[in-house]
T-cell receptor, first 120, second 116 residues
Framework: DSGVTQTPKHLITATGQRVTLRCSPR?????VYWYQQSLDQGLQFLIQ???????AKGNILERFSAQQFPDLHSELNLSSLELGDSALYFC???????????????????FGEGSRLTVL | GNSVTQMEGPVTLSEEAFLTINCTYT??????LFWYVQYPGEGLQLLLK?????DKGSNKGFEATYRKETTSFHLEKGSVQVSDSAVYFC???????????????FGKGTMLLVSP
């Protein structure tokens, strides 16, 4: 058990719909990362938050958005869903990745078990 | 930009065989290198890491050596078990000097299947 909790584990929806995926990081971790895993693209970095602030964006579509709340949990919102959005979405957390004295770049990410999204 | 290239799978071996999964990278500066493993139905978990050239990371019988001259970080195990069947991801981390911010870039993963 990594300590990272993701819900829901499975989600089936239709094209054009909107879904929200939720992630609770490990206790004490300030950074949250979202990744998309698909068979053809592999593991793609979407976005990262640190202590409520967006820190980096990867290959995240404009139809997707995320936020990190004061209690450090994060949500990934996927809208106007397309068939190609079907994938496994992982959340990961880590201790560091900030600026100044708060940086503890251990590089170790702790992953949740993922949310499998199927768009029909 | 940064990138990681892994050998395509699946790699199919018999129990007790020797394993090598190749990984090469492209990065500016001096990245840290990692191997993550994903068992069926689970998230990724860190297997081993190396933070500078010539470092050897090891864990659970797996080893990988950071080779700066060949920009490689190949994963090896002398004798695989059925329980090693999983997907293995090579990754690199680079840190920006000005912000201290780190990014982690993954390869596409290599599936390993070990039969009894």
């Amino acid at each position: 058990d990594s300590g990272v909790t993701q819900t829901p584990k499975h989600l089936i929806t239709a094209t054009g719909q909107r879904v929200t995926l939720r992630c609770s990081p490990r206790s004490g971790d300030l950074s949250v990362y979202w990744y998309q895993q698909s068979l053809d693209q592999g593991l793609q970095f979407l976005i990262q938050y640190y202590n409520g602030e967006e820190r980096a964006k990867g290959n995240i579509l404009e139809r997707f958005s995320a936020q990190q709340f004061p209690d450090l949990h994060s949500e990934l919102n996927l809208s106007s869903l397309e068939l190609g959005d079907s994938a496994l979405y992982f959340c990961a957390s880590s201790v560091g990745s900030g600026t100044g004295l708060l940086v503890v770049p251990t590089g170790e990410l702790f992953f949740g078990e993922g949310s499998r999204l199927t768009v029909l | 930009g940064n990138s990681v290239t892994q050998m395509e799978g699946p790699v199919t071996l018999s129990e007790e065989a020797f394993l090598t999964i190749n990984c090469t990278y492209t990065a500016t500066g001096y990245p840290s290198l990692f191997w993550y493993v994903q068992y069926p139905g689970e998230g990724l978990q860190l297997l081993l890491k190396a933070t500078k050239a010539d470092d050897k990371g090891s864990n659970k019988g797996f080893e990988a050596t950071y080779r700066k001259e060949t920009t490689s970080f190949h994963l090896e195990k002398g004798s695989v078990q059925v329980s090693d069947s999983a997907v293995y991801f090579c990754a690199l981390r680079t840190t920006k000097k000005d912000s201290g911010y780190s990014t982690l870039t993954f390869g596409k993963g290599t599936m390993l299947l070990v039969s009894p």
